[in-house]
């Protein structure tokens, strides 16, 4: 038997690399109003990393991985969403109240709501209930001054939650806070150090519309109902239908991120002494932290091998570490790292990785291994 469901309330949690999206939700999860949501989660690289640092992890967390919502995975947005509805129709799950869905930081946010808003069949089933755009008071600037993408992200928001202001200067924070007015005068910033910005009500933004953003939002989803509607006839476009998946190099639509920005991701089976990581990550950070956009890492270190180190990065800030209580797999307690960057090889954070961990060097026709000395990296003064 086939029960019918008033539309669920779509929200779209989103904001640039390393804003603090991820954060952010695990404080939301929390909040009882949020039982029986689904939370989608989309990753970049092709190891998946959120799903594990997302705290209320389980059945209700769905990934998306080794693509961008708004271009390469965007077909199984759609399909995952058709999934849920069928699945709460037939009686295999209980009915949502809710479905957030976490972006990449690298999302442009109006393909992703055209999905939602656009497709014939999931306009019947949801209704996107809100944009909440979260954005680094320490980057920010920075950030929408090179790169469009974050740029789309704010202006589409019905709440901005602005992080990391204690680590930035009143006179930035200012600054940043007159161009999120301009780009979206009537989003409310909320501080996201504060108790309110881990409650529910964050999502309870009402039916979203367009009408209420800058005259660009409006036309970014028209151009992208245009893009669906030639894809679907035969023409170019980033629409959702027809997508090949197969041999993506760079894991994303150079046309919409960069050809110069990359997803890679290194993966280590033996324990990692904490001092060689501590000199891995602050070389990184020093020397090539403008070309780091982000860099999330589950770690076992020698000397606490029974309990995850948790790593998050951006440019040259650095979250404190901290530990998990636990393996979220105990069978699986391989130290993954999922880097993106812009103009950083690949090539030369692996040998830089390696010359760290003790790993013999692997001759690779692509790259050329560091020097004896690993700290022989080219722009670095000692």
């Not at 909440?132 to 789309?152: C, I, W, Y």
């Not at 202006?155 to 992080?163: E, G, K, N, P, Q």
């Not at 904490?274 to 602050?282: E, H, Q």
Request: hydrophobic share 40%; with cysteine.
């Amino acid at each position: 038997m086939i029960t019918r469901f008033d539309p669920v309330p779509v929200s779209i949690l989103t904001g640039f690399l390393g804003a603090g999206k991820t954060t952010l939700l695990n404080r939301l999860l929390k909040d009882p109003d949020l039982a029986d949501t689904a939370v989608i989660i989309n990753e970049f690289g092709d190891v998946s990393l959120d799903h594990l640092l997302v705290e209320s992890s389980g059945d209700g967390v769905i990934e998306l991985a080794d693509g961008c919502l708004c271009c390469t995975v965007r077909g199984e947005l759609v399909d995952t969403l058709a999934d849920l509805m069928d699945r709460m129709q037939t009686g295999k799950i209980r009915p949502l109240k809710r479905v957030v869905i976490e972006t990449t930081g690298l999302a442009d946010p109006a393909p992703v709501m055209q999905s939602v808003m656009g497709h014939p069949t999931l306009q019947q089933s949801y209704r996107l209930d809100g944009m909440v755009t979260v954005v680094d008071a320490v980057n920010g600037l920075s950030t929408l001054d090179h790169h469009v993408e974050a740029v789309k992200q704010v202006a589409v928001a019905d709440r901005l939650v602005l992080t990391k202001a204690t680590l930035a200067s009143p006179e930035a924070v200012a600054a940043l806070k007159a161009r999120l007015a301009d780009l979206n005068p009537r989003a409310p910033v909320i501080d996201g150090d504060l108790e309110e910005t881990g409650r529910a009500a964050l999502f309870a933004c009402g039916l979203y519309d367009p009408a209420t953003k800058i005259a660009d939002v409006g036309r970014w989803l028209q151009d992208e109902a245009q893009n669906d509607h030639d894809q679907d006839h035969g023409h170019e476009g980033h629409g959702h239908h027809g997508h090949d998946h197969h041999g993506h190099h760079h894991h994303h639509d150079a046309n919409r991120h960069g050809d110069d920005i990359r997803s890679f991701s290194i993966v280590h089976d033996r324990p990692i002494s904490a001092m060689a990581l501590d000199m891995f990550v602050d070389l990184i950070r020093s020397a090539h932290g403008e070309k780091l956009l982000r860099m999330k890492a589950i770690v076992c270190t020698a000397e606490r091998p029974d309990r995850p180190l948790v790593l998050h990065g951006v440019q040259q800030i650095f979250h404190p570490p901290e530990r998990l209580a636990a393996w979220p797999d105990p069978d699986d307690r391989r130290t993954r790292m999922v880097l993106i960057t812009k103009g950083l090889e690949e090539g030369f954070v692996r040998d830089l990785f390696d010359a760290f961990t003790g790993k013999p060097a692997i001759d690779r026709p692509d790259r050329q291994a560091l020097s004896d000395n690993p700290l022989a990296v080219p722009g670095l003064r000692m």
